[in-house]
C-alpha cells in the first residue's frame, strides 16, 4: 500500500506539471517568452520539490501549504528569482494541493 501511494504521489507531481506545461501551450502568443520561463521554473520546482514529498508520510492540507511556501522560498532563493516569479511559483504548487489530495488517497 505504501509504494502505491508514493507512485500515485509521483504520478500525482508529474500530472501536475504536464497540465501546467499543456496550458501554457494553449496559451495565446502575447507572453510567449515569459510564459515558457514561469514553466521552465514551475518544472524544475517540482523536479526538485517531490522527492521531499515523497519522504512525508501523511499531509494535511496546512502542512502541504507550509511545506511548499518554504520549498519555494528557499528554490527561489537558490535559483534568483524575484520576489514575483517565487509568489507565481507558490500559487502553481498550492493550486496542487486538491489534485495531490485525490490522488494520494
Do not use: C, R
Not at 514529498?53 to 501523511?58: D, F, G, P, R, T
Amino acid at each position: 500500500m505504501k509504494v502505491n501511494k508514493l507512485s500515485l504521489l509521483e504520478g500525482a507531481v508529474i500530472g501536475t506539471a504536464l497540465g501546467v506545461t499543456a496550458g501554457l501551450f494553449l496559451a495565446s502568443k502575447k507572453g510567449k517568452q515569459l510564459q515558457k520561463d514561469i514553466k521552465q521554473k514551475v518544472i524544475g520546482f517540482y523536479a526538485y520539490v517531490a522527492p521531499k514529498l515523497k519522504k512525508i508520510k501523511k499531509l494535511g492540507e496546512k502542512e502541504y501549504i507550509a511545506f511548499v511556501e518554504n520549498a519555494a522560498k528557499n528554490y527561489s532563493k537558490a535559483k534568483k528569482f524575484s520576489a514575483a516569479e517565487t509568489k507565481i511559483l507558490m500559487a502553481e504548487a498550492k493550486k496542487t494541493w486538491k489534485h495531490l489530495k485525490k490522488n494520494a488517497s
